[in-house]
């Protein structure tokens, strides 16, 4: 699996990014939004339970990732149609302000290293900086959610560029590394 670190892979996805007819796909590489942060979260398919809880989520908080100059994408394995299909179907969906990339070939996630021995993405979540750099990744079982305001916290905590202590939250105080000097 990449990690902290790696470089988010070259990519070139179609995606649904809104249900107007005539607008509703576009195609979206590691290239987009340039200068932002990206945040990046597979589910495993669509027409599941857990998932549309996640989507949602991100979409309800995706105001907080803006105001924070990060863009949100998520991602699965199912196609732009089948994605299209379930933002109409899906009250919660209706509305998503961020795309969903259709990862149909498997490639973006078999490079991340998250494809579950089923064949679905994992549960991943990866923070990514504006120079295209990993800086925190986090993977799910199938079963468990992940916590929206946790991937907030971090973020807030790497655009510190300080030392976030255990339970670190926007707003409290970084800590400061003081060097012993030898005696």
Known sequence: MLTVGDTLPKF??????SLEKGKEFREISEQDFPGKWKVLFFWPMDFTFICPTEIAEFGKQNGKFLERDAQVLGAST??????LAWRKDHKDLNTLPFPMLADTKRELSTQLGILHKDGVPLRATFI?????????????DL???RSVPEV???LDGL??????????EKGKETLTAQLKKAS
Request: proline content about 5%; charged content about 15%; some cysteine.
């Open 12 to 17: 070139k996805l179609q995606s649904v990014v």
């Open 152 to 154: 907030l916290r971090v």
């Open 159 to 168: 655009q510190t560029d300080e030392l976030c202590p255990c339970n670190w």
């Open 78 to 83: 199912d196609t732009h149609f089948v994605h």
């Open 128 to 140: 990514i900086d504006p120079t295209g750099t990993i800086r925190w990744a986090s993977v799910n």
């Open 143 to 145: 079963s468990v959610g």
